[in-house]
């Protein structure tokens, strides 16, 4: 069964809630291996490996992930720093694949 809000608010089971989040998480693994495969190709593009770390681009991200969770409903703090970590492991990522792509 897809899943949506109306149709979590339907579930009376914790089996089939478990289930439901359980396959969010799957989603969620699928969404971050493509937010990887984006660093995959920032690494490519990006000619200079100073480049890869970009503080302003980090704070606006930020920024947008707070103004997302503040609109959803969700923990604002607890959202912006997974995405702090996520960021910060994309960046580390991004370096090690710039090395790769360069034989550095």
């Known amino acids: ?3 949506s809000k109306d149709s979590i608010a339907k579930i ?4 089939e809630l478990r289930d439901t989040i359980d396959r969010l998480d799957s989603d969620l693994i699928a969404l971050l291996k493509l937010r990887f495969q984006c ?3 920032a690494a490519r593009i990006k000619s200079e490996k100073s480049a890869v770390r970009d503080e302003k681009r980090k704070a606006e991200v930020l920024e947008n992930v707070k103004q997302l969770a503040s609109a959803a409903g969700i ?3 607890t959202m912006a ?3 702090e970590m996520l960021i910060e492991t994309s960046i580390s990522y991004e370096l090690e694949k710039w090395d790769q792509i360069r034989g550095s």
């Open 1 to 3: 069964m897809p899943y």
């Open 39 to 41: 660093m995959n190709a």
């Open 12 to 15: 009376r089971e914790m089996s």
């Open 81 to 83: 720093a997974i995405w």
């Open 75 to 77: 923990p604002v703090p």
